[in-house]
């Protein structure tokens, strides 16, 4: 008796030799009532029949219950891995190794790192490739994509996404209020725990020009030059230029009025202010009586104005007296203290009148002199002078002497150097943002770079031949280390002399092979 043969349906999986894409066909058991082969599209997941096509995008397949949805994480997981093995298969085989090594190496030791990653931390792996590229390239956004192609960060930072729409859309969600809070929640305690740091802070802006139509982009005039921006105000901490916090203003809203709610900001995160260094453009009368009753001790520089005027009627007649005489930083000044009563409250001020700049000063005086065709109105704008040229005024709420007061005010150069790393080596300027959350995302960006920029340069400069060197030439310097790809191993070059240098002054063991 012979047996009737049973046909049922199965699912056939073709593997493409060329590019290893498994691509599925559904066979139903019967076509005799006009069941048709199903194509299913490329095979995600064989094991858990995950399937991909155009028309369905991705969706589970079995032959009992047909077509069925797939989770939304599970499809975001999926389109990272497509996209990391996208890049596998199309980045060359010989790549950027040393310079991103050494990032990586130095901001875990310095432990920024886990600060970094408790920000967005399902997107970990996209903000430390970003900071990782404005440190280690100078191009826009638009070629991070390109950089981490060709770079060791692609297998240190597999799911970074880093084309250039998916790098706006991180930026607007790093720009969010809940994310700035968020790292500062856990930046602050690990600033307080560093090493030779202080609360003793350094208070000034900076205008970030744009063109662009977001609230916080306004016409600005600041020291007499026009423009549209926003300004940026940082707090560093004055002896090693740490950034400590930032926020920004729209651009046409004056320092002076920026600085109660600064103090504000830093007081609701813990962070209270021991002294600060402020520039003229803080210095008001409201300003210094808040600093007072904050208790909060200050030296602040006094704009040229009536006040200014008034005080050096008053106490600074014999000020180019030889008994004021002093020598600076090879510069030769004269400075006077004068206790006085300011807004009801006890404080002392330093006249004071550099030679060098007074000669300046004065030279480009003359040359203006002889160039003005009314010569009276010159006269008289000259008479009317506020202060000596190559004359200023520090406020002190404390009592220090002159040989204290000079280098303290001096530090504030150290606030101008945040702002050239800020500027220059992690390239926010042009702001290229059209929008007022990735304008936000690109600040807290930039911070975040800055401050491993400033740990990296702390953390090379305890070793004597790395000292002088700026951190971004000292990473850049790797990049003579090449990684080649084979197989499943990524293999480092040998190191030249600089490179050799670097490894050793830093006590590390050296690039070795990654297995990926």
Known sequence: MSRKKIVQSYIRYNENVTDGTCYAVFLPADRRHGGKDLYLGITVDKKNQIFYNRRI????????DGIQPVDPDIIEY????????KIQMSAPLVLDYGDVWLFNELITQTGIKSVFKEVLSNESDTLLALIAFKILDTNANCYAERWYSTSLARF???NAKLDSPRISEFLERLGTVESKQAF??????FFKNLPDVSENVLIDSTGLQTDAHFDSAKISNH???VNKESRLIYVVERNTGLPVYFRSVPGNIVDVTTLKITLDHLKAYDLDAKHSILDAGYCSEKNIVELFKKNIPFLIRMPNGLLAKKLITQNGSDIMSTNNLIEYNQRVMFIKKVAITLYDHECYIYISIDL??????EYKAYIKYLENKDKKIFKKENANSNIPMGGFILIS?????????LPLYYMRQTIEQTFDYLKNDVCMLPVRNSKAETFNGHLLLSFMATIAIILIKRHAKKRKKLAKFPATQILQSMRCIKGELIKNLIIPTEPDKYANLIIKELNLDGPSPIKI
């Open 78 to 85: 999926y389109e990272i891995l497509k996209k990391r093995n």
């Open 156 to 158: 240190l930072y597999p």
């Open 223 to 225: 020291n007499g030059i």
């Open 356 to 361: 060098e700049r007074k000669q300046d000063e």
């Open 57 to 64: 995008g991705y969706y589970k397949f079995t032959i009992e």
């Open 184 to 189: 500062f929640n856990h930046y602050v305690p």
């Open 397 to 405: 709420s404390n009592d220090m002497t002159i040989d204290e007061v």
